[in-house]
């Protein structure tokens, strides 16, 4: 038996041939793809079977630790060590060594992590003196215009642009983006996606962390809801049928929560995605998300900006220059 493993971001041409060098091997194939990935033509004819496997559960993390670690996890233990990024939690898991331990370490780290994400933000500047991000750029000065408008009662909430999906490359600054516009607009942002939801475990835990996120943000007005890899709800057009009413209520719910009973006042949500043909059509309809900017590699002038804004040191008795064409 053979074993592949597809990623959301391997294409098509890529899946397929990787398939038929497997099948060319052994008679069995088994394939572990991420949720979102769509499957050729050519690789979903091939499937005798499609199991839908749900996020990791305190019950499953009990099992796993004391077959892999032989390690005995209480309950509470369990929930504890899976309120910690998964990646980190492996980390921190010894062989034989108790529980206990690896928690002391999760949230030392946890700490650590938090100080270093805090200064990051600290440095970084607001989004009027970011550069490469075009029309988006322009839209979040506008934004920042429109909120302090709206909380002097200037202007109704209706006339706030309150939701954008940004597009592009990995690497052109989605995620720092948003956190430079909430710098811009001097407000709170909740950074989140669709996989940290699904962390928390089955549907149930999943629908209740997108509830809690969406709640949070509607508890410190105006805020900003970020929410990457956007494409990962997929399209409702095209889930399998095993999955499908599964995914089916989680584009649902976020869809709810997009709309707002009664409207999400003060809540601007950005989505961001590396596949934007991949989104569900409905999360792109008027009144959610049906703005769409597309975030291009920064120009040759962008860069010179960048590293001159960002990396060449300024003293208060000499200043550093590049002078831009």
């Known amino acids: ?111 650590l992590i938090s100080k270093q994400s805090n200064k990051t933000k600290e440095g970084l500047p607001p989004l009027q003196d970011m550069f490469g991000y075009g029309a988006a750029r322009e839209w979040g000065l506008e934004l920042a215009q429109d909120l302090s408008e709206w909380q002097r009662g200037e202007i109704a909430w209706s006339d706030v642009d309150t939701g954008i999906v940004l597009s592009g490359p990995p690497g052109v600054g989605k995620t720092q983006f948003a956190a430079a516009l909430a710098r811009q607009c001097n407000v709170p942002v909740i950074a989140t996606s669709l996989a940290k939801w699904q962390a928390n475990g089955h549907l149930g835990d999943l629908l209740k962390a997108m509830k809690s996120d969406f709640f949070k943000a509607k508890e410190s007005p105006p805020c900003i809801l970020f929410c990457d890899e956007l494409d990962s709800f997929g399209d409702r057009n095209s889930f399998a049928h095993d999955n499908r009413d599964y995914s089916i209520q989680v584009v649902n719910a976020f869809l709810e929560h997009l709309d707002g009973l009664g409207g999400r006042e003060g809540v601007v949500v950005i989505g961001a995605t590396n596949a934007f043909h991949r989104i569900d ?38 200043s550093a220059r590049l002078i831009l064409p």
């Open 1 to 111: 038996m053979a074993y592949m493993m597809i990623a959301v971001t391997d294409n098509a041409r890529t899946i397929i041939k990787r398939m038929e060098a497997d099948f060319s091997r052994k008679r069995r194939l088994l394939i572990f793809k991420e949720h979102g990935v769509e499957l050729p033509p050519q690789v979903m004819l091939g499937l005798d079977v499609e199991i839908d496997i749900p996020p990791i559960s305190a019950m499953d993390f009990r099992i796993g630790c004391r077959i892999a670690y032989q390690i005995d996890v209480s309950p509470y233990e369990a929930e504890t060590a899976l309120a910690y990024p998964l990646p980190h939690v492996w980390a921190a898991l010894r062989r034989g060594r108790p529980i206990k331990n690896a928690l002391v370490r999760l949230s030392e780290a946890s700490v």
């Open 281 to 318: 059509p409905a999360i792109l309809r008027p009144g959610r998300l049906d703005r769409h900017v597309a975030i291009p590699l920064p120009s040759a002038k962008d860069r010179i900006a960048i590293l001159q804004h960002g990396v060449l040191p300024v003293s208060p008795d000499r």
